[in-house]
């Protein structure tokens, strides 16, 4: 019976534990905030699109459909020419195939495409999933500054963090 | 009590009916929220049922109902009869045993003579409702499981007599009322006041007790033939529905009453210094309270050890028995006799 | 001259013959029991077919095949960015683990070679994953064995390691945070600090882990001496990581192989156990989650300051060539084969799966044990289906 120690051990480990405080959060009425880098949903910025379809063409999953026209701008300076300028028709993403692997926000040339932590958007029906430039659009509001980087990072610009 | 009531003989048993199926199920739902929803949940660190009334409370409700409105499956090529009359025979011995605990002098079902004796064979009884139940589900791996756990009910039956036997010597009576009462008139080196729970001369014997008894419960880490169920079906997975809730709370109230006699047996049963044991008021108001706070400290223990370790392979767990815990309980029988006869 | 007729001793004879055949065919044909791929112990879809005599196995196979998603199929219409994300979903529990041979690879090919603080948190990200797989791990090991607590206990201590991961990748599971050339952003503020903390956690648990589980009798009676698998049986069947180094061979990839990782600029040790058997293994693993957090420790000590991501075209196009790098992930040796034909995405992908080879051995190990014993021969030699099938 040498053992018996570690056996009275044991059941102090799970005693010691049911006096402490559980590490349950009850999701509904209290709500962990997560990280600023979480990838909860993409959000796009509309001005800053000009339909070059890179985000279209890279996503793994094939999820993000774009259509567009082109049209023609007033010049930026009085008597320059028209420019031509690409807009937005539909630019969806669905969240029902969405991998949330951010390789579509990484390869956007003009930062149209932002993450945001948000992740409260379950729908009963998965053709709501489909997210579209309007509902893209007000997901901007929930995008958080980039957080400031560790000691040691390199900041591009400005030298060391 | 109840015969004092002046009505007729059928409304008499009616009342004793309802409570005793009031008594074993309701102990069978505290048992359920206090040590399996609630504790096992803080000793995992984490909260439980919370959404289903306060603290979730109502959780058993919705847990009970759920069992209710599930489909009632027999296997076809099950004995019918046997397959039903199981969960019924597991049922009855655990309500057999609650009838000879005593919550006070007077509150007790049957102050049998040979409480004791009545006691550990009601509790054997559940060997044959399980065996039942292996046997006629039809199924080669439910009768394997139903064998294993028969095998390991039987084996752990000895330690759990013998260690009582100790207590019954040094008692001197059977009767578990005339138990609680040498508890309760027995003195620790001269001093009344606490009188004598057994816990403290039999030591050994309460340890082996409480051993058997998480054996005779099969739970963890004694709980092969259940977990069986991992590998092989163990002998309860043909039951769904209301037959299955019959034999969970028949386990749940087994360990109530398993709990309750080792309370009795070990540490004093209902009597509190102060009380008296031959009858009045305060005895019959505070003894049943005083029990409860006892079974429920024997019961923490017990779930306490079913949380905490891991299970016992079916050979090494009679090994256990045969083994280690039936020759020490007979040596504890051999040191107690020959100390009630030499002091 | 006997009373019996010709015809009654031919049938009588004929009715003994048939029913010693019937006896022999009984003897032989044993109970076939199906560990079948729905099966709480068996970590996912693995079905394995036992044959019983008795208590005892006679034969045991693994069958897999169940989750099989055709990875190397999808990686060859897809990009190295892509494969990086799918990549991620092959071991899912320690995740960055997968990505890192995949990148070493193709930064072999396009010969660049990250930047000094680039490796440094990789090797930092890497140790991270195999806290978050070997922990999860030991609380498995005690559902299986019937302990119901300590798997709660290691959800609760691995949600640390899984909110430092989201908080410097955005993803808890799924980090996709290797580049060809480097990572894909810095660290965040505040990381190394929360990172020290979650380290002292997580060394807490492994001791908790150790009072509760290991130091108990019943779990060492139930995993003592249970699926002795030596060396050489282990070294021919193609065991790595753990599995391997719970037999007795000092064999480890992070030391043994010179890699771009960090591992040799920080002072670590290798975890052997003579025994072999199951306890050996899951001891084994105990303690390199230790080892870990200690080497996690040390590189926020010593991360070296400087850019995160060396120069790489915009679009990456590989030049022609083929590549093997394998590391020690959590689960063993995984590696990859990459053959690229100077395309922004690989011609062909050979994924070298740790759990793949450890499953191997089950039929030789399985073989003369108690049925009780399958289920902790099984949960000791830990595989993760994602990575049997691919």
Redo the contacts between chains.
């Keep these: 019976m040498a053992q018996l120690p570690g056996l009275i051990k044991g059941l102090g480990v799970t005693f010691r534990t049911m006096l402490k405080p559980a590490v349950t959060i009850p999701y509904p009425h209290y709500k962990e905030t997560p990280a600023p880098r979480a990838r909860g949903v993409i959000a796009l910025k509309e001005e800053n699109c000009t339909v070059c379809m890179l985000c279209a063409r890279s996503c793994p999953d094939w999820c993000i459909y774009i259509e567009g026209h082109k049209t023609k701008a007033p010049p930026r300076r009085a008597g320059g020419k028209p420019r031509t300028v690409s807009l937005l028709d539909r630019f969806d993403i669905d969240y029902s195939l969405c991998m949330y692997c951010g390789i579509c926000v990484e390869v956007c040339p003009f930062d149209a495409l932002f993450w945001s932590p948000e992740y409260e958007y379950s729908e009963p029906r998965i053709a709501e999933l489909l997210h579209d430039k309007d509902r893209l659009g007000q997901w901007m509001e929930t995008v958080p500054e980039p957080p400031a980087l560790e000691a040691g990072a390199e900041v591009k610009g400005r030298g060391k963090a | 009590m109840i015969a004092a009531l002046d009505i007729p003989y059928w409304a008499q048993t009616a009342i004793k009916v309802a409570v005793a199926l009031g008594l074993v199920s309701g102990s069978a739902f505290i048992f359920a929220y206090v040590f399996l929803y609630k504790?096992?949940?803080?000793?995992?660190?984490?909260?439980g049922p919370?959404e289903a009334g306060p603290h979730g409370i109502l959780q058993l409700l919705a847990d009970g109902v759920k069992f209710l409105q599930k489909e009632d499956l027999v296997p076809e090529r099950a004995d019918r009869f046997v397959f039903a009359a199981a969960p019924v025979v597991v049922m009855i011995s655990t309500v057999l045993l609650y009838v000879v605990i005593p919550a006070s002098p007077t509150l007790v079902g049957a102050d049998l003579g040979a409480g004791v004796f009545y006691a550990l064979a009601a509790s054997s009884l559940s060997v044959i409702g399980i065996l039942m139940a292996g046997w006629a589900s039809a199924n080669?791996y439910s009768l394997i499981g139903g064998l294993r756990a028969a095998g390991q009910l039987i084996a752990y039956e000895l330690p759990l007599l013998l260690a009582v036997v100790g207590v019954v010597i040094q008692a001197g009576t059977l009767s578990l009322s005339g138990i609680v009462a040498a508890q309760a008139d027995g003195e620790i080196f001269g001093l009344g006041a606490f009188g004598q729970p057994f816990v403290l001369t039999q030591l050994v014997g309460f340890a082996i007790f409480l051993v058997a008894s998480q054996a005779e419960l099969t739970q963890?880490?004694f709980?092969?033939p259940i977990?069986e169920s991992?590998?092989?079906a163990g002998y309860m997975t043909e039951y769904s529905g209301f037959r299955f809730l019959v034999f969970y709370i028949s386990e749940l109230a087994t360990t109530f009453a398993f709990a309750a006699l080792g309370a009795t047996l070990f540490l004093g049963g209902w009597w509190f210094p102060g009380l008296d044991t031959s009858g009045g008021l305060l005895s019959n108001l505070v003894g049943p309270a005083v029990l409860f706070a006892k079974i429920m400290v024997v019961a923490f223990v017990i779930f306490?050890?079913r949380?905490?370790?891991?299970?016992?392979?079916?050979?090494?767990l009679q090994t256990f028995a045969w083994k280690v815990l039936i020759p020490l309980s007979l040596a504890n029988i051999m040191v107690t006799a020959v100390l009630k006869v030499a002091l | 001259m006997s009373t019996v007729s010709e015809r009654q001793q031919q049938a009588y004879v004929a009715g003994v013959a048939a029913d010693a055949r019937i006896n022999v065919e009984l003897e032989t044909e044993g109970m076939t029991l199906n560990l079948g791929p729905q099966h709480p112990a068996t970590h996912g879809t693995l079905r394995i077919v036992v044959r019983l005599e008795g208590e005892q196995v006679v034969e045991a196979e693994p069958v897999m095949g169940y989750m099989h998603r055709g990875y190397e199929k999808l990686v060859e219409v897809r990009s190295y960015p892509q494969i990086n994300t799918l990549v991620n979903r092959i071991d899912w529990l320690g995740s960055f683990a997968n990505e890192v041979p995949f990148i070493l690879a193709a930064e072999r090919l396009m010969d660049v070679e990250a930047p000094p603080r680039a490796q440094w948190i990789r090797t930092l990200f890497f140790e991270l994953s195999r806290i978050a797989n070997l922990s999860l791990f030991l609380g498995d090991l005690g559902v299986q064995l019937g302990a119901i607590t300590p798997v709660f206990y290691a959800f609760r201590d691995r949600e640390h390691v899984l909110n430092l991961i989201e908080s410097a990748t955005g993803g808890r599971f799924h980090p996709n945070f290797d580049r060809i050339g480097g990572l894909k952003e810095d660290l965040p503020r505040g990381f190394v600090d929360e990172a020290r903390a979650a380290m002292g956690k997580l060394r807490d648990f492994c001791d908790e882990l150790e009072t509760l589980l290991f130091g108990n009798e019943i779990f060492e009676r139930r995993t003592r001496g249970i699926g002795v698998i030596p060396a050489e049986v282990a070294l021919g069947y193609g065991l790595s990581g753990a599995n391997l180094r719970a037999s007795g061979v000092d064999w480890d990839l992070r030391r043994d192989q010179p890699s771009p990782l960090a591992w040799s600029e920080i002072d670590w040790k290798v975890w052997t156990h003579p025994d072999g058997d199951s306890f050996a293994r899951c001891w084994v693993r105990l303690q390199e989650t230790r080892e870990a957090t200690f080497m996690v420790e040390q590189l926020l000590d010593g991360l070296p300051s400087g850019p995160i991501m060396a120069k790489v075209p915009r679009i990456v196009k590989v030049p022609t060539g083929e590549a093997w790098v394998s590391t020690e992930n959590p689960l063993g040796e995984m590696g990859y084969y990459v053959v690229s034909k100077g395309d922004t995405g690989p011609f062909r992908v050979k994924i070298r799966s740790a759990s793949f080879n450890n499953i191997s051995v089950l039929p030789w190990v399985l073989r003369g044990v108690y049925v009780a014993d399958v289920i902790t021969i099984i949960s000791s030699m830990y595989f993760i289906l994602g990575d049997v099938d691919r």
């Excluded at chain 2, 905490?308 to 050979?315: C, K």
């Design positions: 504790i096992m949940s803080h000793m995992q660190s984490r909260l919370m080669k963890a880490p709980d092969m977990a991992e590998l092989v306490w050890v949380f905490s370790y891991p299970r016992l392979r079916e050979d090494q």
